[in-house]
């Protein structure tokens, strides 16, 4: 939160600035029009004055990627499906009752963007911002986009951007994320904060690039381990509960948080450049390049006191705390050419260095403090566009180290006249699980592990086809299947049925790998039917699981079906929004958070789902200011025995309203 204060100056100035020259009311929905007068210098050096128009249009933002999209100002169902914690589409997740805690598994998807094994703690990690969501920009005049939201009790959420150009060629942005929320039910405060500073460059002559950001992320919240007694307090619909706070919790004295810093730079120089007809268009080109990545994440759990919750513990006190430090460098050469395409080849040192203060001797054995290497690795990419056709490669290979294997992905896609595109995409990929499978310390005496000479490597292959029209609707089927699927559930050697029926599962919690082949299916369709200024959005889900033992448990059907309203009022003044969500999903046994682990496990005992969730909303655009109110949850006032829940023990949340805003600033 310490960067909070330095954001809210920055966006203040942009919005006096702002002032000054506003963006004009657009003449349509998303092209919104300024005025700014440039001075263009002659070969003769004769001043000439002229007038340029600025649309929206030039107001870039790149991906990780590359990919550039512009801004985009409208009020579409899409936005409204983003307008939330994570600020995307959450229709495979199932969020927990407060912001900011995590969310549990609606969808499964496996393919990985990095070679490398993760820190764990994965049920904290949604709001983390990974190298592949931080964005960058280029603007022709300073930006300011920012997010507002309420939340539940004591607190509100901001994500706020502001980001300008010097000149053509270099950008900076500064952006800051933070909430806090005190929640409904006990022991359940959240807060985070996610800083970014970013910068990309170009020379004058383009031969050399450069892109970097900052990120310093912490996600704090306090944990009460679920609801004790849910029967009576909670299912029995009993009035002297209806204040959630009054609901006995496990954990009263529990904490955990995630911290991350990191600092992330590339660069790349074209060592050879032919220009077609002495123009500024590309023929071919040879370029070398260099990323660095250097990154450090913590991640701690605390309580005041032990509790058998967990089991026994060699402390009073309970302080885990896992470090992990990596470093990234790849060297590259790229050779592109406007036929032939694009080219890279690669070579990667990872460095890590995963530990615990201490080494744990115990009678079973000795687990060590610390994993350490270095990984090397050789990689290739290709990229070629003909017309409609895009083809995409990359593999990845590990030359040493014990960590990794190998990692492909290769898509295809054609666009045919501008309203289908048809694409086939291939991913496979081998590496050992998260450090926090592979060993763990923990001042719990069952949370002590090391499985580094025990576990294999995670092998996933995946093929999937999708169709995108706006005549037919988006449809994707996608297959995947898991060797060594590994996952967390509780030990049968371990806990009696007895214990089990206690609720102490989470006493005996270990890491497994699964011996077989998970097999997942997983078909999805969208489209919107549209009747003069009515709507209905559509998104269904279809999941089928083939596996000999249930480590891997989804719904087999989920649905999201919006009806809304839109239409241009006060004589085209306001953009008006409303409408009715109704989102469902079968029953099945999802995963259970651990607190202590920051992660799910594995629970075949218990079944949620079968129950309606039903939002209705009211948005507005009023120039560039998008605003939202939404009443969540709408149809639990009419439950009188409630039996809706994100995990077991963890209750999905009751009827809300919220408000928020999104606002862009020009200057």
């Known amino acids: 939160m310490k960067y909070f204060f330095l954001v809210i ?23 919104s029009l300024v005025n700014k007068r440039d001075k263009a210098i002659s070969s003769s050096k004769k001043e000439k004055k002229s007038t340029n128009k600025i649309t929206i249009a030039d107001y870039k933002i790149i991906s990780y ?42 969808g499964g998807n496996f393919e990985r963007a990095t070679l490398y094994p993760l820190l764990g703690a994965r049920a904290k990690h949604f709001n983390y911002m990974e ?76 031969r050399y690039a450069m892109r970097a950001h900052i990120a310093a992320q912490d996600i704090d919240n306090e944990e009460n381990g679920g609801i004790s007694q849910k029967e009576v307090q909670f299912e029995s619909g009993d009035e002297e509960f209806s204040d959630r706070s009054r ?168 666009a045919i006249a501008d309203k289908h595109i048809i694409k086939a995409a291939i991913h496979s990929s081998s590496r050992m699980p998260d450090f926090n499978f592979l060993l763990y310390q923990s001042d719990y005496r069952n949370y002590n592990w090391q499985n580094t000479g025990i576990f294999d490597k995670e092998r996933i292959n995946s093929l999937e086809l999708s169709v995108q029209s706006s005549v037919w609707g988006n449809a994707s089927i996608k297959y995947t299947s898991l060797d060594n699927y590994t996952y967390f559930t509780t030990d049968p050697t371990k806990a009696t049925q007895e214990q089990l029926d206690e609720g102490l599962e989470n006493a005996f919690l270990s890491p497994f790998q699964e011996a077989n082949d998970v097999n997942y299916l997983k078909v999805k369709y969208n489209k919107e039917f549209r009747f003069g200024d009515f709507a209905l959005n559509n998104t269904v889900m279809y999941q089928n699981v083939t596996q000999d033992t249930q480590v891997f448990n989804v719904p087999d059907f989920v649905t999201r079906n919006t009806l809304y309203y839109s239409k241009e009022i006060f004589d085209k003044a306001m953009y008006l929004q409303t409408g009715v969500t109704f989102k469902y999903f079968t029953s099945y046994n999802a995963d259970s958070y651990s607190p202590l682990l ?27 200011t998008r605003i939202y109110l939404k009443a969540e949850h709408l149809n639990s006032l009419f439950v009188k025995e409630p039996t809706y829940y994100a995990a077991p023990n963890y209750p ?12 862009n600033f020009f200057s």
Do not use: C
Request: hydrophobic share 35%; no cysteine.
């Open 65 to 106: 990627a590359r990919d550039t999209v512009a801004l985009d100002t409208t009020l579409t169902i899409n936005k409204e499906y983003r307008y939330n914690y994570l600020r995307k589409d959450d229709f495979e997740l199932l969020p927990f009752t407060n912001i900011g805690q995590p969310y549990n598994r609606l």
């Open 247 to 414: 609901i006995d919790v496990v954990l009263t004295d529990a904490d955990n948080k995630v911290l991350g810093k990191r600092y992330f730079l590339e660069h790349q120089y074209k060592l050879l450049r032919t220009l077609k007809d002495s123009t500024t268009a590309e023929v071919t080109s040879l370029s070398i390049g260099h990323q660095f990545n250097y990154e450090t994440k913590f991640y701690q759990f605390k309580q005041a006191a032990d509790n058998a919750f967990f089991g026994e513990a060699f402390l009073d006190e309970i302080n885990d705390q896992a470090r992990l430090k990596t470093a990234y460098n790849q060297i590259s050469a790229t050779f592109s050419n406007s036929t032939l395409g694009d080219l890279t080849a690669y070579a990667s040192l990872y460095n890590y260095n995963y530990f615990f203060n201490s080494i744990l001797v115990t009678s079973e054995g000795q687990i060590q403090n610390r994993l350490k290497g270095e990984e090397i690795a050789a990689g290739a990419s290709y990229e070629k566009q003909l017309g409609g056709f895009q083809l995409r490669g990359n593999m990845q290979y590990n030359i040493s180290g014990d960590l990794t294997g190998n990692l492909i992905d290769v898509s295809a896609s054609y």
């Open 9 to 31: 100056f920055l966006l203040v100035s942009a919005n006096l600035l702002a002032q000054e020259g506003p963006v004009p009311p657009p003449e349509q929905v998303d092209s």
């Open 652 to 663: 999905y949340r009751d009827f809300v309203i919220r408000f928020g805003l999104v606002w």
């Open 131 to 206: 190298v592949e969501d931080i964005t960058y920009y280029n603007v022709p005049t300073p930006l300011s986009d920012l997010f507002f939201k309420t939340t539940f009790e004591q607190g509100q959420m901001l994500d706020a951007t502001l980001t300008f150009n010097t000149s053509r060629r270099l950008n900076f942005s500064i952006a800051f994320k933070g909430f806090r929320s005190l929640g409904k039910y006990q022991r359940q405060q959240a807060e985070s904060g996610n800083f970014r500073f970013t910068t990309n460059y170009e020379s004058l002559n383009k």
């Open 598 to 624: 920051g992660s799910f496990y594995v629970q075949n005992q218990e079944e949620i789902g079968d129950f309606p969730l039903i939002d209705f909303f009211i948005n507005a655009k009023i120039r560039q």
